[in-house]
């Protein structure tokens, strides 16, 4: 897994309409709409390969027709196969998660109902009010807005439940620390660098990297938009904020961060098994910003990044063990794809993890200088 640093923002002081929607959907912990499956789960590549041909069959004597074209009949049967073939496993997944966490609440007690969706639903529509939206036109823009993201009205109802019944089971599960706000804190106002991160999979590539920058003087957005293995900050030119006082990044990127001058560019810094060259492009000194103001929002933000983190890892206990029947031949096919390159994937994490503990037990090594 690659890691994760944080983003710049679009600049820009005006907010557009899509900035509230995408805002809205952070607060309410939506910024990514889950249309994949649950913690543990995931879409085997030799399945998502699979030849599928859109080519339309004509309906057999017996078999119910789709449509007449001409006197032709088109097979309903084919078109269905078709359909699931191609979406049936993504809405599949979400429909098994939801059905799960529905289960889960019914089992403890607790009810989730249709207004505390709509009343979701509403504090993001309150959004387009504030643009000066008409009242009226406002599920429109909601729409228009979904699209441009990828999704639709009705998955976002969908993910709206979704993080309903899971807001309501995680409660008294989840415990905001001191610590917790208080390295929050040190994230969001203490100091931090600006950077251009690279990140390539091979020292050879470090070299390239090295040569076109500091001999060949290439802009190092340019470089990273091309060579970049992170296609997220790569298409922002590899612009990355590198906060100094995370505890959860790795300690030899932030050290080589703190350390970055103007015109040189880092060393090469190995992180599972990737290696991130730095190009700094500002210091930002630690904000004077009083920590009373700002705690509640820190914690607000905490309890639902906790709440979504607890709700995948209960997804992913519900899925071990529920009993799934599929009748659906296709979908049974994909399902079994799925769950095999999950186990494969576990099996790889689990490697990993007893790699990384025998390594830990090891002197480290510094960032190998190119």
């Given at each position: 897994m690659k890691t994760k640093l944080v983003s710049l923002r679009v600049k820009g002081s005006?907010?557009?309409?899509?900035?509230?929607?995408a805002a809205a959907l952070v607060v309410l912990g939506m910024a990514c709409l889950s249309t994949g499956p649950a913690v543990g789960a995931a879409v085997s590549d030799a399945a998502a390969a699979t030849h599928i041909s859109l080519l339309p069959k004509l309906a057999l004597p017996h078999e119910p027709a789709l449509a007449r074209i001409n006197g032709?009949?088109?097979s309903a049967r084919s078109f269905t196969k078709t359909l699931t073939e191609l979406y049936g496993m993504g809405l599949f997944n979400e429909w098994v998660q939801v059905t799960l966490l529905r289960q889960a609440c019914a089992r403890e007690g607790v009810h989730v109902g249709k207004s505390v969706v709509d009343a979701q639903e509403e504090k993001i529509l309150q959004q387009f009010s504030a643009e000066h939206v008409p009242q009226g036109q406002r599920h429109a823009a909601l729409a228009r807005v979904l699209a441009a993201r990828g999704t639709t009205v009705a998955q976002f109802?969908?993910?709206?439940?979704?993080?309903?019944?899971?807001k309501a089971l995680a409660k008294g599960h989840i415990h905001v620390t001191k610590k917790q706000i208080q390295e929050a804190y040190n994230v969001n106002f203490?100091?931090?660098?600006?950077?251009v991160d690279i990140v390539v999979g091979s020292l050879s590539d470090a070299v390239t990297v090295r040569h076109l920058i500091m001999k060949d003087h290439k802009n190092?957005?340019?470089?990273?938009?091309?060579m970049s293995l992170n296609q997220q900050t790569a298409q922002n030119g590899g612009v990355v904020l590198i906060p100094?006082?995370?505890p959860t990044l790795p300690e030899v990127l932030l050290h080589t961060a703190a350390r970055l001058t103007p015109g040189v560019l880092s060393p090469s810094i190995p992180i599972n098994g990737e290696f991130h060259l730095l190009w700094l492009l500002e210091k930002i000194p630690a904000?004077?910003?009083?920590?009373?103001?700002?705690?509640?929002?820190?914690?607000?933000?905490?309890?639902?990044?906790?709440e979504n983190q607890w709700g995948q890892r209960e997804i992913g206990r519900l899925w071990q063990t529920a009993k799934i029947k599929i009748n659906n031949p296709v979908l049974q096919q994909q399902y079994a794809a799925m769950r095999a390159a999950a186990l494969a994937q576990a099996a790889r994490n689990k490697a990993a993890q007893k790699?990384?503990?025998?390594?830990?037990?090891?002197?480290p090594q510094t960032p190998a200088a190119q």
């Open positions: 005006a907010l557009t309409t899509r900035s509230v929607i032709q009949r088109l109802r969908l993910e709206l439940w979704r993080s309903a019944y899971i203490g100091p931090k660098v600006k950077a190092p957005e340019q470089v990273a938009r091309a100094l006082d995370n904000q004077k910003v009083s920590m009373n103001k700002v705690r509640p929002i820190i914690v607000k933000k905490l309890s639902l990044l906790l790699k990384a503990a025998g390594g830990s037990k090891t002197k």
